[in-house]
């Protein structure tokens, strides 16, 4: 459990908290995570075991461009589901939406550690990431549960697509960034099918073509800023 959820969970004990307060709470995990302070994760790194290969420069940089937009992802997963959890009707859908958030958050504190180890850096353009992604969550959560989890759903099933074409980009030698990748795309396909099993609708074809061609911009521009 990261710090956002003891928080949450602290002042639900003290009384009950209002969206208010909920959205609050995420800005203030906004600021935190968009200068580039990624709290600690709960589960070990999957790469810690594994030999960390030096890498030619021209590699390095793909592979660190690679990694920025798998943290730039995570941002927007941590923006997507705080915003959902702040909105959401139904306290069960809440509690799928801070349990898939913490998870991420183990995510994003791997790939933030593998761009550290390949000395790069996070993307700049991530408190636009965030801004936009809370956004969309909580409009979707405003929409209802059902969309909400139509929202969750869709987006795993595209960001498990999108890693295992990251993956199958990785030179064979980077055994550190491909563990954290099969990590990752496991738990994705698992919070596809949490968000399904709590009545998740399928979204229109419109809204997943949307969704797709967004984060196309996002890959894009994360990959070199």
Sequence with gaps: MNEVSVA?????????????DRILIRIDE???LSAGTAPSASRPNPAADLPDLELEVATRQHVA???RVNHAGEICAQA???GQAATARDPAVRESMQQAADE???????????LDELSSRPSVLNPLWYAGSFAIGALAGLA???????????TEIQVEAHLQQHIERLPAEDARSQAI???MKTDEAEHARMAEEAGAIELPRPIRSAMAFTAGIMKALAYRI
Excluded at 8 to 20: A, F, G, S
Excluded at 104 to 114: A, G, N, Q, V
């Design 181 to 183: 990748l099969d990590q």
């Design 144 to 154: 209802g549960d059902k969309w909400s989890l139509g929202f969750m759903r869709e």
């Design 104 to 114: 991420e958050i183990d995510h994003l504190s791997w790939c933030e550690s593998r």
């Design 30 to 32: 906004a600021l935190r």
């Design 80 to 82: 997507l589901y705080a």
């Design 65 to 67: 461009g690679l990694m």
């Design 8 to 20: 949450i969970k602290h002042m639900n004990e003290l009384r009950d908290i209002t969206p208010l």
